[in-house]
């Protein structure tokens, strides 16, 4: 049991290092996006050829598609914590649980929203019931039930348990996600979405979309652990260390 | 942007701006997608820090009560 892993499974060591690693996540999210930005609005070409060129609003791209990896990414890693909390009985885990869903849906409804905008010049709509639009729009759902869910039950333990299931299952929904192109060939049917791969895609667009990809990483973390600093002292809050904190840190408790 | 003069920068940057605010006639659709993303990732940082001040001051007020002779 003298395993790092099992000394920082404890909220009470684990507040004062997300307190230290949130600064340096900002730094990386901040840096990371602008960079991004400014590769993907300044060093990319205007157009992208071929008999259907994509004109300047391809550059929606440099949002919807990390978005949207990290709509997916962070559902996985949220049903990772709650299924490590359902086994091993771990508060932490299903406080980062907790943590994520509300990132997770953000990032989520911002891939619908970028799509849509995307969607309306390209294809001359603003939305279809394409199957991976579809079923990025059940993940939406899935993540606002996860915190419904939760937010509903008062027994926090109990909302614990049940909201770790409700996305257990719905976990199902990310390999859907992945693998919904009901038109491997554009030439054969109307495709919204084809089937690509990363070396497919010009260079500079290519580095411009992974470089905000791990910038909206970093945020994710960053948000993620902030969210969860705020969840560990509502729910610590009986206990000595937090009332510590609480005198040392707090607007109010400084004064006393 | 041409070189040199102040007076030739002016009205050339500004017609770079202009250029690349319009993203070739989809600046609605370019700039709403970016200005979605902007407003929501500032509005989730925003209410983080104002969820973590109220949570302080929750917690402090509880704290004062509970301790006996706690309060200024």
């Known amino acids: 049991m003298s395993s790092p892993w099992f000394k920082y499974a404890s909220p009470a060591t684990f507040y004062p290092l997300a307190g230290r690693m949130i600064p340096v996540f900002w730094v990386l999210?901040?840096?990371?996006?602008?960079?991004?930005?400014?590769?993907?609005?300044?060093?990319?070409?205007?157009?992208?050829?071929?008999?259907?060129?994509?004109?300047?609003?391809?550059?929606?791209?440099?949002?919807?598609?990390?978005?949207?990896?990290?709509?997916?990414?962070?559902?996985?890693?949220?049903?990772?914590?709650?299924?490590?909390?359902?086994?091993?009985?771990?508060?932490?885990?299903?406080?980062?649980?907790?943590?994520?869903?509300?990132?997770?849906?953000?990032?989520?409804?911002?891939?619908?929203?970028?799509?849509?905008?995307?969607?309306?010049?390209?294809?001359?709509?603003?939305?279809?019931?394409?199957?991976?639009?579809?079923?990025?729009?059940?993940?939406?759902?899935?993540?606002?039930?996860?915190?419904?869910?939760?937010?509903?039950?008062?027994?926090?333990?109990?909302?614990?348990?049940?909201?770790?299931?409700?996305?257990?299952?719905?976990?199902?929904?990310?390999?859907?996600?992945?693998?919904?192109?009901?038109?491997?060939?554009?030439?054969?049917?109307?495709?919204?979405h084809q089937r690509s791969g990363l070396g497919r895609i010009e260079g500079n667009i290519l580095f411009s979309m992974l470089v905000m990809t791990f910038g909206f990483l970093m945020y994710s973390f960053a948000t993620a652990l902030t969210r969860l600093r705020g969840i560990i002292l509502t729910r610590e809050a009986d206990t000595q260390w937090v009332q510590a904190e609480v005198r040392a840190e707090g607007p109010a408790g400084a004064r006393t | 942007m041409g070189p040199g003069g102040g007076s030739g920068r002016g009205p050339s940057g500004g017609a770079d701006m202009m250029e690349f605010l319009n993203q070739g006639g989809y600046a609605g659709f370019v700039w709403g997608s970016y200005g979605m993303a902007l407003a929501l990732l500032v509005a989730e940082v925003v209410g983080l820090r104002r969820q973590r001040r109220t949570i302080l001051t929750r917690l402090g007020r509880l704290l004062r009560l509970r301790t006996p002779g706690g309060h200024p």
């Open chain 1, 29 to 192: 999210a901040a840096g990371l996006i602008l960079l991004g930005l400014y590769w993907g609005f300044f060093q990319t070409p205007d157009q992208l050829g071929g008999t259907n060129p994509q004109k300047e609003y391809y550059r929606i791209i440099f949002i919807h598609v990390p978005a949207a990896w990290m709509s997916m990414w962070l559902y996985v890693v949220m049903v990772g914590w709650a299924a490590v909390g359902l086994v091993f009985n771990t508060r932490l885990s299903f406080m980062m649980a907790n943590a994520i869903a509300p990132t997770g849906a953000i990032f989520t409804f911002l891939a619908l929203w970028t799509g849509a905008f995307w969607g309306r010049p390209s294809w001359g709509t603003y939305w279809d019931w394409d199957p991976r639009l579809t079923s990025e729009l059940i993940l939406f759902f899935l993540y606002i039930g996860y915190i419904a869910l939760h937010s509903a039950i008062d027994d926090t333990r109990r909302a614990d348990r049940a909201a770790a299931l409700l996305a257990i299952v719905g976990l199902v929904m990310v390999p859907v996600i992945f693998w919904s192109i009901n038109c491997p060939d554009p030439n054969q049917c109307a495709a919204l």
